[in-house]
Nanobody
Framework: QVQLVESGGGLVQAGGSLRLSCAAS????????MGWFRQAPGKEREFVAA????????NYTDSVKGRFTISRDNAKNTVYLQMNSLKPEDTAVYYC????????????????????WGQGTQVTVSS
């Protein structure tokens, strides 16, 4: 089992930055692909970024490439999402998620690959 708690959300002006953190409990964090998703009001939850258990080969949805960076610290059981040059369209609740299997990297952009979710943290970007 993996329990996840996000933090770091808030209100920021367009062009600003935020760093989200996701603290995980459980012994298997370091063996799981981790992802960040977001859900805006009235929209489906969408993939934002993911990173394998080794921290290699991160990937991003096109709309955040070059602005967001995902990273992890397995010693601290934490995954991060650094968000720069924020835009109003980035406004959403952001969720971190842990892959349903250890050492799995089948389709990290798919919600069904993740069985463990945090409660979410609100990010609001004003124009």
């Amino acid at each position: 089992q993996v329990q996840l708690v996000e933090s770091g959300g808030g209100l920021v002006q367009a062009g600003g930055s935020l760093r989200l953190s996701c603290a995980a409990s459980g012994r298997t964090f370091s063996s799981r692909t981790m992802g960040w998703f977001r859900q805006a009001p009235g929209k489906e939850r969408e993939f934002v970024a993911a990173i394998t258990w080794t921290g290699e080969n991160p990937n991003y949805t096109d709309s955040v490439k070059g602005r967001f960076t995902i990273s992890r610290d397995n010693a601290k059981n934490t995954v991060y999402l650094q968000m720069n040059s924020l835009k109003p369209e980035d406004t959403a609740v952001y969720y971190c998620a842990a892959n349903r299997y250890s050492y799995s990297d089948y389709d990290r952009t798919a919600r069904y690959e993740y069985d463990y979710w945090g409660q979410g943290t609100q990010v609001t970007v004003s124009s």
